[in-house]
């Protein structure tokens, strides 16, 4: 189902608050959204994780946050990705695997592409 003109505006504008997507063509910016699928994850639900292979896909979070760590017995602190952050970038450029497991802290809405 193609997104509506409407929609695709209104998510260019959101998008358009953050980088990279601030510099970016508006073509560009529409097309990321208008490839992009809206997915939801609960809180506590994971993303992504190490076990589920090569990254697919890339991910920006328009709602909720998202927690990142390397494994769950790791001593050291992990991270934390807001509205506007994309992830996991390094792991799609290199069409690898994430080395982080990446798990909702609220209710989250992403964009997927």
Do not use: K, W
């Not at 589920?52 to 760590?69: A, P």
Request: aromatic share 10%; hydrophobic share 45%.
């Amino acid at each position: 189902m193609t997104p509506s003109a409407s929609l695709i505006a209104n998510l260019r504008t959101e998008l358009a608050r953050f980088a990279p997507f601030a510099q970016m063509d508006a073509a560009h910016v529409e097309r990321f959204v208008a490839e992009s699928t809206q997915c939801y994850f609960e809180p506590g639900e994971v993303v992504l994780a190490p076990a589920q292979g090569v990254v697919e896909q890339l991910f920006f979070i328009r709602r909720g946050s998202v927690s990142g760590r390397r494994s769950a017995d790791d001593d050291r602190a992990g991270f934390e990705l807001e509205a506007g952050d994309l992830f996991p970038i390094g792991a799609a450029m290199a069409e690898r695997a994430t080395s982080v497991t990446y798990t909702a802290q609220a209710d989250t809405f992403c964009l997927a592409l």
